[in-house]
T-cell receptor, first 111, second 117 residues
Framework: GQQLNQSPQSMFIQEGEDVSMNCTSS?????WLWYKQDPGEGPVLLIA?????ELTSNGRLTAQFGITRKDSFLNISASIPSDVGIYFC???????????FGKGTLLTVNP | NAGVTQTPKFRVLKTGQSMTLLCAQD?????MYWYRQDPGMGLRLIHY???????AKGEVPDGYNVSRLKKQNFLLGLESAAPSQTSVYFC????????????????FGPGTRLTVL
């Protein structure tokens, strides 16, 4: 079953605000990934993290791989309306190519 | 490149009917996956394939069958649909990098919304 706990489940923010969401697990993952799903579309990879403690940015997005390898967070700065969507964390163990997904955070941005 | 395409986009079935969902990718990817997405449940892996002619079970395989007769196509079948199979189904693919490792980037199709009455 699901091994990743993602929070919050949903967020409603004003344009320009910063956003933070996180993902935790009871087991260790060797890779953490963050995906975004636009309404009516499939998920698209935003950021991939491969080392404990790693901090990686992609434009206004910043994600970190927790030092315990059991958690990760994603920050979005200065949110804009097109940030609306569902954000998923996903983890991969070792060389196993299968991904375990969190349940998602639904983000709504009010212009 | 069209990327990953899925057919059909929408379908309504009656309980007990059968159907096949088609996934096609034109990126020559080795790995292909079928997920289902339910409200509040995220994405759950149904079946996957590591190459033409091979398939394997994922997290929630019961009630589904798959086939990968051609590298570019991955078919998901429902032999006897049940209301619990009402969901949005996503296909994805990924490739093997030059060093032999499967990449983390899974390319997703647009999804098929299935309703079973």
């Amino acid at each position: 079953g699901q091994q990743l706990n993602q929070s919050p489940q949903s967020m409603f923010i004003q344009e320009g605000e910063d956003v933070s969401m996180n993902c935790t697990s009871s087991s260790i993952f060797n890779t953490w990934l963050w995906y975004k799903q636009d309404p009516g579309e499939g998920p698209v990879l935003l950021i991939a993290l491969y080392k404990a403690g790693e901090l990686t940015s992609n434009g206004r997005l910043t994600a970190q791989f927790g030092i315990t390898r059991k958690d990760s967070f994603l920050n979005i700065s200065a949110s804009i309306p097109s940030d609306v969507g569902i954000y998923f964390c996903a983890g991969r163990k070792g060389s196993n190519y299968k991904l375990t997904f969190g349940k998602g955070t639904l983000l709504t941005v009010n212009p | 490149n069209a990327g990953v395409t899925q057919t059909p986009k929408f379908r309504v079935l009656k309980t007990g009917q059968s159907m096949t969902l088609l996934c096609a990718q034109d990126m020559n990817h080795e790995y292909m996956y079928w997920y289902r997405q339910d409200p509040g449940m995220g994405l759950r892996l149904i079946h996957y394939s590591v190459g033409e002619g091979t398939t394997a079970k994922g997290e929630v395989p019961d009630g589904y069958n798959v086939s990968r007769l051609k590298k570019q196509n991955f078919l998901l079948g429902l032999e006897s649909a049940a209301p619990s199979q009402t969901s949005v189904y996503f296909c994805a693919s990924s490739y093997v990098a030059s060093g032999g490792a499967v990449t983390d980037t899974q390319y997703f199709g647009p999804g098929t919304r299935l309703t079973v009455l």
